[in-house]
């Protein structure tokens, strides 16, 4: 019987093992992605949209490179695919009204290692997107190899993807039980372009400035995973976004009404533990 289930397990999660970098890609944020248009920001640094170009600027505001972001498929809000996209539990909530999200701050723990390395990749994240979903600003918790290095150990970074392109700061160690502040905020507008900031409030060289993108409006809590093939192969226990605070430019706390996704085929979960904008909170059970 154990090898039955075993083996019914293995199916269940096959779609997630099917995810594997090949030659010349690795795996971002979002899904795999080319090795060339994988780039790392310098600690300090920014991005810059500049017509149909994003300029990486070190941290003097010298240009280090240009490149011009091709067309990606677009991340159809509440229809992630976990097949493509690996997004197998989130907690989501857009921003219909007038006035733009400024802030959206979360607080979590980094999950136990898991007892098993397959050479899984699992992101953990707060994140906004844009109305046309072709980008995405976001601290990020990583475990296992991607497109900015790492291994089988905890690691944050931000990352900013626009189109087929994306950018990144150094990947910086973390442990078990540590706490993270994961935020976005909205810095100055004008007009459709939007200037925003992301980072880990309480690790040093987290931080990444996006210039000139389009608004940001899908707030998410996320759990993304690639080449899962055991369900050791997650950490045990629960990650619990908590302190969730969203608000608006218009400084008023948004009517938020999260709206949840499970994985039913792995069996992890997602739940709205506390609603709404203020000290919200979305819990994710392995």
Do not use: C
């Not at 992630?80 to 733009?100: D, F, H, M, R, V």
């Not at 499970?262 to 709404?276: L, P, Y």
Request: a negative charge; hydrophobic letters at 40%.
């Amino acid at each position: 019987m154990r090898a039955a289930f075993a083996t019914a397990l293995l199916a269940l999660l096959a779609p997630f093992a099917v995810a594997a970098p090949t030659p010349g890609t690795a795996l971002a944020p979002g899904g795999l992605v080319l090795t060339s248009n994988a780039h790392e920001v310098p600690v300090g640094g920014s991005v810059a949209h500049v017509g149909a170009d994003v300029h990486v600027l070190d941290a003097t505001g010298a240009v280090v490179k240009v490149v011009t972001p091709g067309p990606a498929p677009t991340r159809t809000k509440n229809a992630k695919p976990a097949e493509a996209t690996g997004w197998i539990a989130y907690a989501s909530w857009l921003n219909t009204g007038s006035s733009p999200i400024s802030s959206f701050k979360t607080t979590w723990t980094v999950p136990p290692v898991p007892a098993t390395n397959h050479d899984q990749t699992l992101f953990l994240f707060n994140s906004i997107e844009p109305n046309s979903g072709d980008a995405i600003l976001q601290p990020v918790l990583q475990f296992g190899p991607s497109a900015a290095g790492g291994g089988s150990y905890w690691a944050v970074a931000t990352w900013y993807l626009v189109g087929d392109s994306t950018f990144y700061t150094t990947p910086v160690k973390t442990s078990a039980g540590a706490t993270l502040d994961g935020i976005v905020t909205l810095t100055s507008s004008s007009g459709s372009s939007y200037n925003y900031v992301s980072s880990f409030t309480n690790i040093a060289g987290t931080s990444l400035t996006a210039t000139g993108s389009a608004e940001l409006t899908w707030a998410t809590e996320t759990l993304e995973v690639y080449s899962v093939t055991e369900k050791s192969d997650f950490p045990t226990g629960s990650t619990v976004f908590k302190d969730i605070d969203l608000v608006l430019s218009s400084g008023a706390a948004p009517s938020v009404s999260w709206s949840a996704v499970s994985s039913t085929q792995d069996g992890i979960s997602t739940s709205i533990t506390v609603g709404g904008a203020t000290n919200a909170e979305v819990t994710v059970t392995y």
